[in-house]
């Protein structure tokens, strides 16, 4: 029997932006669904409902765990995820799980859907609330109540995010 091995020299400057390009490449062909528990965060409404124009959707996991499996909460740190690419290839994935200390506030959780692109379909049963934002329009609320009034959405509740006259927090109504 005839044995034949290898070994590996690899320029580091190019290696390093083959694997950051192979980890990028798994985070842009996954589909990925981001959710915190915290519906009054200030910050949360600033950076991702529009300055607060927008509204969040309170959803029940565990009526849709087909479309919710396996939430992993978000771990933050001061240093980037680091791992032997050659020796640990299937730890490539878990960067999507790691973010900067300075996004801590988010208390965040994802789901990571691999290979999905688009829009995710829910079970109309999971999607119980709608809070509409501080300064979401009339057209806007409008828009959205009519569009959960078909009848697929029974139970759906509607509340409203507005600024405490006192202090820097939201209050939901």
């Known amino acids: 029997m005839e044995c034949i091995f290898g070994y590996i020299i690899a320029d580091s400057d ?3 932006k083959t694997i950051k390009d192979a980890v990028h490449k ?8 981001c959710m915190t528990p915290k519906p009054n965060n200030l910050l949360m409404w600033a950076h ?5 124009k927008g509204a969040c959707i ?13 939430p992993k909460s978000v771990d933050y740190s001061d240093d980037y995820y680091s791992y032997n690419y050659l ?7 878990m960067a999507i799980w790691h973010k900067s200390k300075e996004w801590a506030y988010e208390e965040e959780f994802r789901i ?18 709608v809070i509409f934002g501080c300064r979401c329009s009339a057209a ?12 697929v959405y029974n ?8 600024m405490s006259s006192s202090k820097y927090q939201l209050d939901i109504i």
């Open 140 to 151: 806007d609320e409008n828009a959205i109540r009519a569009a959960a009034g078909t009848g």
């Open 155 to 162: 139970n759906l509740v509607f509340r409203h995010a507005t």
């Open 48 to 52: 991702y409902a529009d300055q607060h």
């Open 26 to 33: 798994t985070i842009i062909d996954s589909g990925i669904f």
């Open 58 to 70: 309170k959803f029940d996991l565990l009526k849709d765990v087909t479309t919710f499996n396996f």
């Open 14 to 16: 190019e290696a390093a």
């Open 87 to 93: 020796r640990e290839q299937g730890k490539a994935s």
């Open 112 to 129: 990571v859907k691999p290979t999905f692109h688009g829009l995710i379909e829910v079970k109309p049963d999971a999607v119980v609330e």
